[in-house]
């Protein structure tokens, strides 16, 4: 990293244990709230902030995942449509460093972080009201650490065969994904309005039926191509915002961006239908079993999985290439309620 010959003296020691405090972190969400706030602490600058163009079924959002404001803390933010921001447009669309100044004075940057031949994956953006030249080197050194660093997390989180989000990464997740849900259980009327019938997330369990017939019938080989067309199709019928995970084996779990139950059941249905009618090569017909339940707030990870998982199994056992849904399972009396903690049970 070479900083400006006009850059303010930087103690090397602290710069060097900047980085290093950088390079500790092991999850996306601390290494940007950790860059974020360490720019700020060696610079006069006014704001940085960390943005992520995020696809949407209302267009390209540039959501704020961190922001360190000069005598503030380090935070994030919501979202808003990428175009209402003519700089960060301008840096998606070129790809390249983007500069603006406004009429009072304050200057933006904003630097997109891309690996090379690949889409911008994130922004970073800073503003000061002092020139931010003496300080240009120095951010494009901690942004360039920032994408390799990416880099290298996005292949610890991937399974290799599939290239979906692995199981590890699925148990660091879902907490947030049902403090998602509590969030958005704890909107304004208003708000909710907006989310006709319960929007929610829901988490889909999925298995490949007689995948080990697959597998002792026409060898390894064949069965990690289903493996793979399986994942490919996946990626096509959900939406970019849905996350995908590879559990291992045969066995996939998906986690559907806040939707109505009924919709969920017709995406699910729709993958279903997908891969009952695609002619996997050599392997010919291949069906898929879903469970699915809706993410509700104060929920405990390991129950949530139980109930897909519940009613997946109770689909295998009563057919395969189905898709069932564990509250309705529930009402209709296929399985019985869970029993509550602490409950005692009566002979």
């Not at 860059?35 to 704001?47: A, D, H, I, P």
């Not at 590890?168 to 909107?187: C, H, P, V, W, Y």
Request: hydrophobic letters at 40%.
């Amino acid at each position: 990293m070479v900083l400006s010959t006009s850059a303010p003296r930087l103690d090397l020691q602290s710069l060097m244990e900047s980085v290093v405090r950088i390079t500790e972190q092991r999850s996306r969400e601390n290494l940007e709230y950790c860059l974020v706030s360490t720019l700020l602490e060696l610079t006069t600058l006014t704001r940085v902030s960390i943005l992520r163009p995020l696809m949407r079924s209302d267009g390209l959002q540039a959501e704020c995942v961190a922001t360190a404001e000069s005598g503030g803390k380090a935070t994030d933010g919501g979202c808003q449509p990428l175009d209402q921001d003519h700089l960060l447009a301008q840096a998606w669309a070129m790809g390249e460093e983007a500069r603006s100044v406004d009429a009072a004075g304050l200057v933006r940057v904003c630097l997109p972080i891309s690996a090379a031949g690949e889409e911008v994956s994130a922004f970073l953006s800073i503003e000061t009201r002092t020139d931010p030249a003496p300080y240009l080197d120095l951010i494009r050194g901690f942004a360039a650490i920032y994408r390799n660093f990416l880099a290298i997390l996005r292949e610890a989180e991937r399974d290799t065969l599939t290239g979906l989000k692995n199981r590890k990464t699925f148990d660091e997740k879902i907490g947030r994904i049902i403090a998602n849900s509590q969030t958005l259980a704890q909107m304004v009327p208003e708000e909710r309005r907006h989310h006709e019938e319960g929007e929610q997330h829901w988490l889909g369990m999925l298995d490949i039926d007689h995948f080990k017939r697959v597998n002792d019938t026409y060898g390894h080989v064949f069965g990690d191509e289903v493996l793979l067309l399986f994942s490919a199709m996946m990626r096509k019928v959900f939406r970019s915002d849905d996350l995908l995970f590879r559990f291992g084996g045969e066995e996939f779990v998906v986690v559907l961006a806040p939707t109505t139950s009924s919709n969920a059941q017709a995406v699910f249905e729709r993958f279903r239908a997908a891969v009952q009618d695609f002619p996997f090569p050599q392997v010919g017909k291949v069906t898929v079993s879903i469970g699915f339940v809706s993410i509700k707030p104060g929920d405990i990870s390991s129950a949530v999985i139980g109930q897909a998982d519940e009613a997946l199994y109770w689909a295998k056992r009563h057919g395969r290439n189905q898709v069932c849904h564990y509250d309705q399972l529930l009402r209709e009396g296929h399985i019985k309620p869970p029993q509550e903690e602490g409950a005692i049970e009566l002979f």
